[in-house]
T-cell receptor, first 111, second 116 residues
């Protein structure tokens, strides 16, 4: 079982729909990242959070530390949001810290 | 070496001086991340590279901070006209480009920067 699980693996939606991507993890973490990878391969950091909620434009990320769960929401989705969304967790072990990635969620927004 | 190497390990500098922090990632790792961590706080994302391309620099606090990775391997984080508030542990991490399955990124030991 992977330490970081994302769901769904693939998601297709119509333009304008509200999108939710989920991330569950099984270890204690110091922070969680949401990343976006476009078809060309470039990866962009969307959020880094350790508690609560963050919002940037149409993107919202939440995290529940007790439940070991995070969600990424996209409001009013647009075809340009089509990408792979990746959840990654940092484990707080100084001298041996690591960042573990989930397998990603491929999002396709249809015009 | 086998791990991510950062230098110097410790740097004390006078306010107003420029500093350059170096990160040598694990050989073959495509992605390189810079973080900083103030005492007693969690890591703060600064910037991120895939190969030599800087993908996201939105975490850099202001224009005194810059980073480069000209050949897609070693990276340098430069802080110009340092201020006392820049004092922190600066951490670098590297990972293989994300592919199928989990991918881990590994952190260096960090550079402890103290601005006096």
């Amino acid at each position: 079982k992977n330490e970081v699980e994302q769901s769904p693996q693939n998601l297709t939606a119509q333009e304008g729909e509200f999108i939710t991507i989920n991330c569950s993890y099984s270890v204690g973490i110091s922070a969680l990242h949401w990343l976006q990878q476009h078809p060309g391969g470039g990866i962009v950091s969307l959020f880094m959070l350790s508690s609560g909620k963050k919002k940037h434009g149409r993107l919202i990320a939440t995290i529940n530390i007790q439940e070991k769960h995070s969600s990424l929401h996209i409001t009013a989705s647009h075809p340009r949001d089509s990408a792979v969304y990746i959840c990654a967790v940092e484990t707080p072990d100084f001298g041996n810290e690591k960042l573990t990635f989930g397998t990603g969620t491929r999002l396709t927004i249809i015009p | 070496g086998a791990g991510v190497s950062q230098s110097p390990r410790y740097k004390v500098t006078k306010r107003g001086q420029d500093v350059a922090l170096r990160c040598d990632p694990i050989s073959g790792h495509v992605s390189l991340y810079w973080y900083r961590q103030a005492l007693g706080q969690g890591p703060e994302f600064l910037t991120y590279f895939n190969y030599e391309a800087q993908q996201d620099k939105s975490g850099l606090p202001n224009d005194r901070f810059s980073a480069e990775r000209p050949e897609g391997s070693i990276s340098t984080l430069t802080i110009q006209r340092t201020e006392q508030r820049d004092s922190a542990m600066y951490r670098c991490a590297s990972s293989l480009i994300r592919g199928a399955g989990d991918t881990e990124a590994f952190f260096g030991q960090g550079t402890r920067l103290t601005v006096v």
